[in-house]
């Protein structure tokens, strides 16, 4: 697992205490990033395994909810996990062990390397964010047009009911 500090001071490894929120989307796009190379790899051998192509939004989607399981952060800490720490060793240590953000994290390394603009939403119902969810732009009559890829969601596409949202593009660098 890659240690990042997250504010300053690494409780474990892999595990930050929460600093800010313009800290958290700044580690969180730091780790989308980080998470590329290992995306590349898992969509390519989960095409080659599978025998389907998963370069499609819906398919990637259902390989993604295939091999998931949220489990919420531990209390005080926020776990902001790449691709490989979620995937071969994370801090439950059991693959695929995640919470949102991670998720978010790894949704949007897969949909970056599969050629597909994404970013992701915040989403809240009062003044702090309870909930991120990546999101996917499709093409739709000449316009990009954002769909949501809430892996903690049944189905591509949708979220639950929240007061307000706020979405970011990710872009690489």
Known sequence: MEEIKLGGEVIER???KYR???DTLNQ???QIQRSLRFARHWTARQTELTGTD???PQALYKAL???LHYKKDPEKIELLQTMQSLMLDNYWGRP???DCDCFTITACSCLLVTGYPTGYTLYGNGAQPTHIASDVYVKNYGRLQRIPFDLVAPEIGRV???RWSRSYKVELN
Do not use: C, E, M
């Open 54 to 56: 998963i370069n499609d």
């Open 20 to 22: 800010s929120l313009i």
């Open 160 to 162: 639950r009911d929240y």
């Open 14 to 16: 892999g595990a930050y």
């Open 28 to 30: 969180i796009d730091k």
């Open 96 to 98: 695929g062990y995640g």
């Open 65 to 67: 909810k295939n091999v």
